[in-house]
């Protein structure tokens, strides 16, 4: 039964969620038994059994054509890096796209310097998306245009017809379309790491991609977002934007806090 573990269900999704609930279940069990579970079991998630009984089943959702968004929340060294890897695996396995982003703690940080990643790995999925993405940081974003495509010459730099803020609203107003039409017949795993380290503007874009799953699902696009972050430690600044977030997606039904403690 070994060749099954790398057989992809998402084509399960529309075989109904019994089927494809039954499909994960006997992939994770196939897993666990080949990899020797749970004696390699990465030490950094020894004791997140828990944590990962709650991540698992917005896998589920997703395939039932329900988006989620999960912000895990913890101290550094608690673990939140490494569960955010686990659900990219399980998803990878799943036969889910994972687009992953991840802020950086150093100074002069790139506006939505968060995103390149995301970016990143949404043109590598295929020739249209590519076109689609280098559309989008060519004409919004060019700044971010090396880090998207290292490998590429970055086109010639014009000035800018529109203003800042036009630009801003346009690249929000794109980007979910973005990920929602690549999520129209499988689920989309979006993994992001470190956004307590994300730029102003790169939070506004979380925030509004997290407010937006919602529709999207309603739309037949199953937006899986994860996101690992730190407590707000400052009370004005970063903090405050972060903290002013989360109190804003808490109301949101699809969206959920864990607490790595």
């Known amino acids: 039964p070994g060749h099954l573990i790398n057989e992809p269900v998402g084509k399960l999704r529309s075989s109904g969620s019994v089927l494809f609930i039954a499909a994960i279940a006997i992939k994770e069990r196939l897993r666990r038994k080949m990899r020797g579970w749970p004696p390699d079991l990465s030490p950094a998630l020894i004791g997140r ?28 060294g608690t673990g939140k890096t490494r569960l955010v890897e686990e659900m990219s695996g399980i998803a990878a396995e799943l036969g889910y796209p994972v ?33 689609t993405v280098a ?36 690249l929000l107003a794109r980007l979910v379309p973005l990920l929602s039409r690549l999520a129209q017949d499988r689920p989309v795993l979006v993994a992001v790491d470190d956004l307590h380290w994300a730029d102003s503007s790169s939070l506004q874009a979380f925030q509004h991609l997290a407010q937006q799953v919602g529709a ?11 996101a690992a972050v730190r407590p707000e430690e400052d009370e004005r600044g970063k903090g405050a934007l972060v903290r002013r977030m989360m109190q804003e997606l808490h109301r949101r039904e699809s969206f959920r806090i864990v607490d790595i403690g």
């Open 49 to 76: 059994e828990a944590e990962l009984l709650q991540l698992r089943p917005r896998l589920r959702e997703a395939a039932q054509g329900r988006g989620s968004v999960t912000v895990l929340r913890g101290e550094a």
């Open 216 to 226: 999207a699902s309603a739309e037949g696009a199953s937006l899986i977002v994860v």
């Open 99 to 131: 687009l992953r982003g991840q802020a950086e703690a150093a100074a002069g940080k790139l506006p939505y310097g968060l995103f390149a990643g995301v970016l990143a790995d949404c043109a590598a999925l295929s020739e249209a998306a590519r076109e």
């Open 135 to 170: 559309q989008l940081v060519g004409q919004l974003a060019p700044h971010l245009w090396s880090t998207v495509f290292p490998d590429v010459t970055a086109p010639d730099e014009q000035e800018p017809a529109d203003s800042p803020e036009l630009r801003q609203t346009l």
